[in-house]
């Protein structure tokens, strides 16, 4: 049977899934990224105090397969004891004092990130990962009976098509997806698009060096991460809280989806000041933070999915798949991307 070669535009937990298995399957499979690292939402952000998971906080492992997966890369994710999780009213009192099901939290280490380069490794070291490369629209290719182009851009502005895929996999925001479909005058295939809603995210990442002394080794609250009732902030973390961190006390501070939606076109600055505000309402720590840097995250939480695992186009060889087709777990982004590969595997 001829190798089949796929793209694979976007590489956070859907895309990798789905590449790695594609390729497990004998699958030849071209990652493109518009950014600098693989990891998508599971990103983590470098600072000179420690690091950040600016995105996705932690995760769960319902799904068997899922937990089949992890085993491949033993040691790399440890729990993390947010089992101290609170949730706040806005001005700090505990309303719950736990979450319910006593369910296990996981993260990566040293960084939410390093999951999925880990199992992108392979295919870096084929050489098949572009990074820094935007795919801008997708054609067909003269050469190739229904074969596909992915046409990109660069970081630096160049412009680059690559040829030869009989498949072509969209692991990104169906926002995104959809742009990239319009472009590429694939409009029919946005029409289960359209009702998906996917909610922004303005997040805060502060660093307090000045917790790191003999005898106080945290500031304010006893608490590890809290959910928030304040309208400004919904969620807040203590990063050196998590396993295989630095000591450094560091906060990661998500707005709420509606406050974020209504300042999404706010200065870094503003938002800066105003998160920071509410943060010292709630937690007490009034002392000004060595490092804060905020992050605008356009597309962070899923609040009203596809309903399904995957789209699959088989008459075009073009699929979709994200945690926006199931929810807006780590696990839901998993499981679509490894159901699409599957289902890609089954046209073969």
Known sequence: MTTQHSASIGVGMAGIACARTLRQAGHHVTLFEKSRGVGGRMATRRSSFGSFDHGTQYFTVRDARFELALGTVPGLCRPWSANA????????????????????HWVATPGMNALVKAWSEPMQDDGNVQLETRA?????????????????????????????FDKIILAIPPAQASS??????????????????VDPCWTLMLAFPQAVQPGLTTLGPQWNAARSTHHRIA?????SSKPGRERIERWTVQASAP??????????????GKLLKAFAEITGIRATPAHAEVHRWLYAKTAQPLGQSHLWFKAQGIGLCGDWCLGHRVEDAFVSGLELALAVLRQR
């Open 235 to 239: 969620w807040m973390a203590r990063e």
């Open 136 to 164: 801008t629209r997708i054609a067909r290719d003269p050469l190739m009976k229904n074969g596909w182009q992915v046409h990109t851009e660069a970081g630096d502005g160049s412009q680059h098509v690559y040829a030869g």
């Open 85 to 104: 999780v609170r949730v706040l009213d806005p001005v700090g009192r505990v309303v719950e004092a736990a979450l319910p099901g006593g369910e296990r």
């Open 259 to 272: 406050w974020s939606a209504e300042h999404i076109h706010d200065s870094a600055e503003r938002i800066t």
């Open 180 to 197: 990239l479909l319009q472009a590429s005058e694939l409009h029919a295939l946005t029409a289960p698009l359209q009702n998906v809603k």
